[in-house]
């Protein structure tokens, strides 16, 4: 979560400082893309993750620098940093903000907090250990991209207290990674599963 709250904490006062610095334009594109920082950080610092596309349109907005015919196109908020191409009288390249796109799985991963999830297994090894649904709501993401969540589970005498889960890309069926962590020592327990998001 400490990417996240980074991030979103960059996007608030980098938003507002770049809405200062443009006082007497506020009608401004560059403005309206700072107002769309603002609410997407006061979106999530009041855990309304469902919100979470906001965060990624306010970075792709400020990706590209255009120079055509002494305009300049760039929605950058506060930091203006890039590097661009000449071609003929076009001048095209990409601001600074490009490097936050670095945060968009983490970004997306955010739709998940807090939800009630339902997993079950998957494969036939998991069906061997699970054997039944799990449901649980994550409360945290990782640096290593999953989300986190308490659990309260015996399996094989073994009790687990923590589970970690790793949404997949799939077409026709919702696949996720979990790994069940044991609250005392012992080997954590990993299956394939697949899960449904409940209202």
Do not use: C
């Not at 983490?106 to 939800?115: E, G, H, R, V, W």
């Not at 997993?119 to 799990?134: H, L, Q, Y």
């Amino acid at each position: 979560m400490d990417i996240l709250r980074f991030f979103y904490g960059f996007a608030l006062i980098s938003s507002v400082l770049n809405i200062y610095s443009h006082a007497t334009s506020l009608t401004s594109i560059t403005v309206l893309v700072g107002v769309l920082g603002i609410i997407s950080a006061i979106l999530f610092f009041s855990k309304q993750y469902k919100f979470y596309y906001l965060g990624i349109i306010w970075i792709v907005l400020q990706i590209p620098y255009v120079v055509f015919e002494n305009n300049v196109y760039d929605f950058s908020q506060f930091i203006n940093a890039h590097f661009s191409w000449q071609f003929g009288a076009i001048h095209f390249g990409f601001n600074f903000h490009i490097v936050l796109l670095l945060t968009v799985k983490y970004l997306i991963l955010t739709k998940y907090l807090n939800q009630r999830i339902v997993v079950k297994p998957f494969t036939e090894s998991a069906k061997e250990t699970i054997k039944d649904s799990i449901e649980f709501k994550p409360k945290g993401i990782l640096y290593s991209k999953r989300l986190s969540a308490k659990v309260d589970l015996e399996i094989k005498n073994t009790h687990y207290s923590k589970l970690l889960f790793q949404p997949t890309k799939s077409d026709r069926i919702q696949k996720a990674g979990i790994t069940l962590v044991p609250s005392e020592s012992g080997i954590p327990l990993k299956a394939t599963v697949s899960f449904e998001v409940k209202e």
